[in-house]
């Protein structure tokens, strides 16, 4: 069973890796394979987000009063990654803090609390195959005659789709979901203001986010996100350029 706090942890562990001097977003985005000029913002992004679903994970642990409390100390040294407070240390002073060896060690004791109780969706079958085909459409985007401002976040947008197909079980199908509904909310507001010529770049695109969004929904359907952006990508047609 994959849990939050496993992820939170694998995750991490990985990012301590990187040259103590480095900074500890920095490096977090590289792990994520975030590369354009807001990575480590979307970096930021994504480990407030992890943190924030290990507390609410804590909660729903079914434990008592006495082994919640050690559930919450266990995570006490990384709440300044869901507050954000601890974000702009690098490698260096996040190893004395939050990236400690017998810190790291707790979210294993809180994978462990949770297994069998909280669990995410971290994989499934179609993940290496959309990512190819997501690539596929990433080289295509600079192909078209598109405004600036589409084209950098079309591809912005798919390079992170591509990044969390490729590592499912740090991002959690509900992480994809939010970033598929982004990129359906991104066709639904710049595709009617390209030219009628880029209609084919878009069938294409509409056509692969219909088949991303039905793919995590089959293994996902408990997230929200999924499911909103299932309900719009079924009228993604209807707004393409005539």
Known sequence: MFTSAQALHQILVSTSRAPDQTKFLEALA???????????????????????????????????????????????????????????????????????????????????????????????????????????????IAEQDFPDSIRDALFSRVTQIISMLDKVYFYGTDGIADELNGLVGAIVINAPKTAADTRPFWKDLVNLANRSVNAVYWVDKASGAVEIAKDKAAFLIDILPK
Request: charge should be negative.
């Open 30 to 140: 590289k792990e994520l394979g975030f590369t354009e000029k807001d990575a480590e913002i979307e970096a930021a992004t994504y480990i407030v987000k992890l943190s924030r679903d290990v507390e609410a994970d804590i909660e729903q642990i079914p434990f008592g009063a006495t082994e919640k409390k050690q559930a919450h100390q266990w995570f006490a040294n990384f709440s300044g990654l869901s507050n954000y407070a601890h974000l702009g240390m690098d490698i260096r002073g996040a190893k004395g803090n939050f990236l400690h060896p017998n810190h790291l060690l707790n979210l294993t004791h809180l994978h462990m609390a949770m297994s069998g109780h909280i669990t995410r969706v971290s994989t499934f079958p179609e993940a290496e195959e959309l990512a190819q085909e997501f690539r596929d459409i990433r080289e295509k």
